[in-house]
């Protein structure tokens, strides 16, 4: 498909066809993943976050979003990149899953592309060797991309090691 025919619209009002398989590039820690488009609002960067104690690791804190506080999620801790990674984007992608805002913290975003049905390929084993969960992968010119499961994403544990507050007296 041509660049024009995917950004042709297909019906008045519309600028892409309903069973077009769209996907929004980000990178964290230097890999490229594709998420939903679906899921995508916008793209902001945060100017305060607000942490919130006691919160899993992959939780940065809160953040405003045009005025609904919403939930920071650190993309690179997700992926468990490193233990003591310390967060320097403030960089964001407004989503929403299963009723919930959040937002995703991300070290860069890309661009949004068609992904064809016959590019989609079976999860290569060392894809899933780290834990991480994704819903699809797909064979592209310059890469492969995997497609984060965003029920993963954004499904957090309790740590179950809770640090008791020690008294001073």
Same mark, same amino acid.
């Given at each position: 498909?041509?660049?024009?025919? =995917? ?8 600028? *892409? /066809? ?49 005025? /609904? ?10 992926? /468990?990149?490193?233990? *003591? ?11 929403? *899953? ?34 991480? /969960?994704?819903?699809?992968? *797909? ?19 309790? =740590? ?10």
């Amino acid at each position: 498909m041509t660049r024009e025919q =995917a950004t042709a619209p297909s019906a008045p009002g519309s600028f *892409h /066809k309903p069973d077009e398989n769209r996907c929004f590039t980000v990178v964290s820690e230097g890999r490229t993943f594709g998420l939903p488009v679906e899921s995508i609002q916008t793209v902001f960067e945060m100017v305060a976050l607000t942490p919130v104690p006691l919160a899993p690791y992959e939780i940065l804190g809160l953040v405003n979003l045009r005025g /609904k506080i919403v939930t920071a999620v650190s993309l690179r801790r997700r992926l /468990k990149a490193d233990a *003591h990674a310390v967060e320097t984007s403030m960089l964001a992608i407004g989503m929403e *899953h299963r009723g919930e805002s959040f937002a995703l913290v991300v070290d860069e975003v890309g661009d949004v592309i068609i992904l064809d049905p016959g590019t989609r390929i079976v999860t290569p084993p060392h894809l899933g060797a780290e834990g991480i /969960k994704i819903s699809a992968v *797909h064979r592209l010119d310059a890469m492969i991309l995997p497609l984060l499961d965003l029920d993963w994403v954004f499904t957090f544990s309790r =740590a179950t090691e809770v640090r008791p507050l020690v008294s001073t007296l």
